[in-house]
């Protein structure tokens, strides 16, 4: 008797448990500031992954469009020191681009993601060298290119020495601006939206002073993002981004 009673004890503590359970855990995700941050997410679609052919070789995530639109431009994302390629499919900016017509690829960078380091890297050549690499291997021709932070240092390197195979650049407070003269940014015809957030008090001030040399350049401040404000302030990153995209011929 004294047995079956302790088990009978047993068994209703467990129901009791696991009524608690379901009751609080829900609320708990819902309070996780990290699942709040992502409640606006799109479904990412089927994300296709692999290796762009050829050396060095690359590793890239694509949601393919049901039909790319007649004149958008692809895109090609890079990223910043403390993201990948998966970034943007995290983001939804991957399935949110195809949904609208466009090509958009998102790359690891050397070093990055499952991309393996690449010694050419290390100078402003190389890194102008990659990019190009990327270009033919992926197929894009005149893609747009969107380069946040640490990217920089690929994106700039290429945009002033070959802003004519750019449709356009979408600049979100880079590294490296200083590294280039007024007279320099001046010559490039590529039309550009200078992207940041207005909390980001350090490199986006910097990013700005340089940049605004660009005779083509629009700006477009996200309000209380920091310096990764795509993550701070999604649906005002990608209605800028669409908007920006959208003008272009």
Known sequence: MLLARSRLGLLLLGALLTLLLYLLLPGARRSRPEEGKRAWRAANGTVRTGM???????FYREVPAAAVGPGRPDVLLLHG??????TWEALGTLA????????????????????PPLEMAVTAQGRRTFLDHVFQELGMQR??????????????????????????????APVGTKDYTAEQYQRV????LILYG??????????????????????????????ACYLDKPE??????????????
């Open 189 to 192: 015809q590529t039309p550009t």
């Open 143 to 172: 893609p747009v290119l969107i380069s946040p932070s640490m990217s920089g240092r690929f994106a700039l390197p290429f945009l002033l020495a070959h802003g004519d195979r750019l449709a356009g650049f979408v600049p979100i």
């Open 96 to 115: 949110l681009l195809a949904g609208e017509g466009y090509r958009a690829v998102a790359i690891d960078l050397p070093g990055y993601g499952d991309s």
């Open 81 to 86: 020191q403390a993201f990948t390629s998966k």
């Open 198 to 227: 207005d909390r980001d008090t350090r490199l986006a001030p910097q990013a700005l002073q340089n940049l605004q040399h660009l005779p083509e350049h629009r700006v477009a401040v996200l309000p209380g993002a920091g310096h």
């Open 236 to 249: 005002d990153f990608h209605q800028a981004l669409l908007g920006f995209l959208r003008q272009l011929k």
């Open 52 to 58: 762009a052919a050829g050396e060095p070789p690359v």
